[in-house]
């Protein structure tokens, strides 16, 4: 596609369930990022993918979160054991490559709205 | 650590009227870069106008200027003719120029446009 994408869009959940969220980066894309966007708040970041190297998870704010990153290209960001103040916004954004050059934007997808109740 | 902090919870201006968003920011660095990113009810984030900290010019595109102010470590975003499509939430955004290339965000002006 031409763009970012994230499924689903919007997403319910029980306190304590398991979620999947899915991110599909703009195709040739190597550096792909996590943030989260909580009610009244900025975007947070969470983790970072670059290639084929190592992933930065030094924003994940629990074990209860964790990222893969298949083939290098699809993201699935993973919240195990929901709890309430997990509800926000998470979004995706993907850049051409994860360095430092001003041209490198970051584009970002349309988020997926999660409700922990 | 770097913060970015936007004072301004909510502005609002009137069609084809002019309207300032603040933003300061802290780091210790001397080389970054600095960004405004629009938020549409729609949720995708888009760019709105970005900044090298080592070029003193400040960036304009179209309506979209900027008051980048080093020293002081400000960077405001001027809207100018505004249009109701300018409605949105944006975001100030700071990125380091070393290491791997985060975004740091503040926490968002809601800008109201009246007919």
């Known amino acids: 596609g031409a763009g970012v994408s994230q499924s689903p869009s919007n997403k319910v959940t029980e306190k304590g369930k398991d979620v999947e969220l899915r991110c599909d980066p703009i195709?040739?894309?190597?550096?792909l990022y996590w943030y989260r966007q909580s009610l009244g708040q900025g975007l947070e970041f969470l983790i970072y993918?670059?290639?084929?190297?190592?992933?930065?998870k030094s924003g994940l704010p629990s074990d209860r979160f964790s990222a893969e990153r298949t083939g290098g290209s699809v993201s699935t960001l993973t919240i195990q054991r929901t709890q309430q103040e997990d509800s926000a916004v998470y979004l995706c954004?993907?850049?051409?490559?994860?360095?430092?050059?001003?041209?490198?934007?970051?584009?970002f997808g349309p988020g997926t709205r999660l409700t922990v109740l | 650590a770097q913060t970015v902090t936007q004072s301004q919870p909510e502005m609002s201006v009137q069609e084809a009227e002019t309207v300032t968003l603040s933003c300061t920011y802290d780091?210790?660095?001397?080389?970054?870069?600095l960004f405004w990113y629009k938020q549409p009810p729609s949720r995708q984030m888009i760019l709105v106008i970005r900044?090298?900290?080592?070029?003193?010019q400040n960036a304009t595109e179209n309506r979209f200027s900027v008051n980048f102010q080093k020293a002081a470590k400000s960077f405001s975003l001027k809207i100018s003719d505004s249009q109701l499509g300018d409605a949105a939430m944006y975001f100030c955004?700071?990125?380091?120029?070393?290491?791997?290339?985060?975004?740091?965000f503040g926490t968002g002006t809601r800008l109201l446009v009246s007919p």
């Open positions: 954004a993907s850049s051409l490559e994860g360095t430092g050059d001003f041209n490198n934007e970051q584009f």
């Open positions: 195709s040739g894309h190597t550096a």
């Open positions: 993918f670059q290639g084929n190297s190592a992933p930065d």
């Open positions: 780091t210790s660095e001397s080389d970054y870069y």
């Open positions: 900044q090298e900290a080592y070029k003193q």
């Open positions: 955004a700071y990125r380091s120029r070393v290491g791997f290339q985060k975004l740091v």
